[in-house]
């Protein structure tokens, strides 16, 4: 597939508060306090519900674009048991399974659902069923949704459980290997899955919506044919500013961004925040969100902060207020031989790119931009701290090592930590933690990336099959803060399951090709490339992704072929 050097449009960061609004509404909606209903043991009682009679949709338009939150507040209720799934593929050669994991008690059984029914980690496709008609009863719009179990979600009655033990959000990387989805017992999770490929629009006005499960999971699932009817009013706002929802509005004073391609092939935008001069984009695609957002709203980093700055890492996520360690390590260093360590591995590059290096290159010439990500698939999460020194603009690094019980019983030095002052990064970096080459088709090095720090966080979800896999890493005792100019030390950790994206939107994430010949490379994605990082496996580190560049100086092409089952340029 030739990739477009250029694509524009924008997407409104809004939908946050109408997300946990609707999840409030369901809880207080909810009838009754009672015990579950009686249903099979183990087995799921599902059901399809609206919070509201009637909802309010807000229509942003610009030039050359629009945004509609196609959020109709519909809900799947889980009662009786869990519902849940595990989805697994053994390798990119082999096509995603889904079992349904059924628990009654103690007692755990699977059941695996029908082959072919789901080809990715994003949900279940085609779910929901849309109709929607307009004041004069005709059908101006069917839509197909995928449901994501993940979703934001809200409880029934007091005596669900108060928090659910679930991951946050779906997957949309495209190498993903592993997710759970899951609802508790006595939640219900909203179904708004916005499609970013297909968005739905619909111009200010009155209409009708009704909402239903597909036939196939209503047969798969024992769903009951419910079909709530919802009122719909679009009210069109075209400043481009703050909507109803509170979210961040869009200042659009400066010149318009170009912008990549999310994780799963979604167009992605950027957005000039009154002449920043730089770009905003999505450093990782899915997990984990916050609970209290959409899974409609992949593109996190414009949902509540944009760019980096104090309290936040790459992507705009916010920190949580863990601190590293107050002191330097004491003591002779050493690693424990029974001493859990991290498996660090790169996934194949993604979301490849010719661009003009407006992102902080050299305009004029040509740049074959992508995405990488490092990985850690456990039993231990990669813990890294750096202590400075007065005036120093460097940190000593330190790797730390825990039993089973979280007790610290080792460490070891791994290099430094250095402060990254370019716009859209503005944090501490820890070197030699990854490195990017560009190989020619034989695998000799032709260019070498000049990007080898990284300031480390749980972007992605790549596989929380994995023994230890944390599904919340940002509610552990070793969580990731990349700290600020003025910071003395900070903690950076790559928690088990999760990965670190690099998105093509980040400064130096990219190969200057301007004088290369057309034909095949090979991106070169290596992990812990100066072993400097203790591991279980140093086999693993290094990824190939095959491209082949086309074209003439200053209108280059990249066609990017499939990575055996993976469709992902």
């Given amino acids: 597939m030739t990739r477009p050097q250029h694509r524009k449009g924008l997407k409104r960061g809004a939908f946050a508060a109408g997300a946990a609004l609707t999840v409030v509404a369901v809880a207080g909606a909810a009838p009754g306090a009672g015990a579950a209903p009686q249903s099979t043991a183990g087995k799921p009682k599902l059901k399809l519900i609206a919070a509201s009679k009637a909802v309010t949709l807000d229509r942003y338009e610009w030039d050359g674009g629009f945004q509609l939150d196609f959020d109709l507040g519909t809900y799947l209720t889980v009662d009786n048991a869990p519902l849940e799934f595990k989805t697994t593929r053994k390798s990119y050669k082999d096509p995603v399974v889904v079992q349904q994991v059924l628990r009654n008690g103690s007692k755990v059984t699977t059941k695996k659902l029908p082959a072919g029914l789901v080809k990715d980690f994003r949900g279940l496709p085609g779910f929901l069923e849309i109709s929607v008609k307009n004041s004069a009863g005709a059908e101006v719009k069917k839509v197909k ?46 179904t708004t899955a916005y499609d970013y490929d297909h968005p739905v629009d619909l111009p200010a006005g009155e209409y009708t919506a009704k909402v239903s499960v597909a036939k196939k999971y209503r047969d ?20 481009g500013g703050e909507g109803e929802g509170g979210g961040a509005g869009l200042t659009r004073g400066g010149s318009a961004m170009s912008h990549g391609m999310d994780h799963s092939g ?29 899974h409609a709203l992949e593109d ?56 003009d290096g407006e992102d902080g290159d050299a305009p004029g010439k040509d740049y074959l931009a992508f995405s990488a990500n490092v990985w850690n698939a456990g039993p231990a999460p990669l813990v890294v701290d750096g202590f400075r020194k007065p005036g120093a603009d ?25 402060w990254d002052p370019r716009i859209g990064h503005e944090h501490w ?5 990854a490195s990017y080459h560009l190989l020619s088709a034989d695998k000799k090095e032709i260019v070498k990336s000049g990007k ?35 910071s003395i030390s900070v903690r950076e950790v790559l928690d088990v399951g999760s990965g670190d994206t690099y998105t093509q939107y980040r400064p130096g994430q990219s190969f200057d090709v301007t004088d290369l010949p057309n034909g095949t490379y090979y991106i070169q994605v290596v992990a812990n490339p100066a072993n400097r990082l203790k591991e279980t496996n140093l086999k693993n580190n290094i990824s190939y992704r095959k491209v082949v560049l086309g074209g003439t100086p200053g209108a280059r092409t990249v066609k990017v072929p499939p990575y055996d089952l993976i469709n992902a340029p």
């Fill in 429 to 433: 970096h820890f070197t030699d933690f």
């Fill in 145 to 190: 949704s995928t449901f994501c179990p993940n979703n934001a979600a809200g409880r029934l009655r007091p005596d669900a459980p108060a928090t659910s033990h679930y991951p946050e959000s779906c997957p949309t990387n495209p190498f993903t290997l592993g997710s759970v989805w899951g609802v508790e017992k006595g939640w219900a999770a909203n």
């Fill in 394 to 418: 460097l940190m000593d690094a330190y790797q730390y090592f825990y039993d089973a019980k979280g007790k610290q019983i080792g460490y070891a030095p791994t290099g430094t930590m250095e």
């Fill in 452 to 486: 080898e720090a990284f300031c480390l966080a749980n972007t992605d979800a790549v596989d929380y099959t994995v023994k230890n896999a944390n599904w919340h890493p940002y509610n552990t005792d070793l969580s990731t803060a990349c700290g600020e100019q003025n």
């Fill in 266 to 294: 979604m167009d992605h935008s950027g957005m000039d925040m009154g002449g920043a001069g730089h770009h905003y984009g999505p450093r990782g695609a899915d997990a984990p969100v916050p609970s209290a957002l959409s």
């Fill in 220 to 239: 798969l699932f024992g769903i009951p044919n419910d079909q709530p009817t919802i009122k719909v009013t679009v009210r069109q706002n075209s400043d």
């Fill in 300 to 355: 996190r980093g414009l949902a509540h902060h944009l760019g980096d700055g104090a309290g936040h890492t790459d992507g705009s996520r916010v920190a949580p207020a863990l601190k590293a360690n107050t002191k330097r390590p004491t003591g002779r260093a050493g690693v424990p031989a029974n001493a859990p360590k991290p498996d660090l591995r790169s996934l194949p590059a993604w979301d490849i790119a010719v661009t």
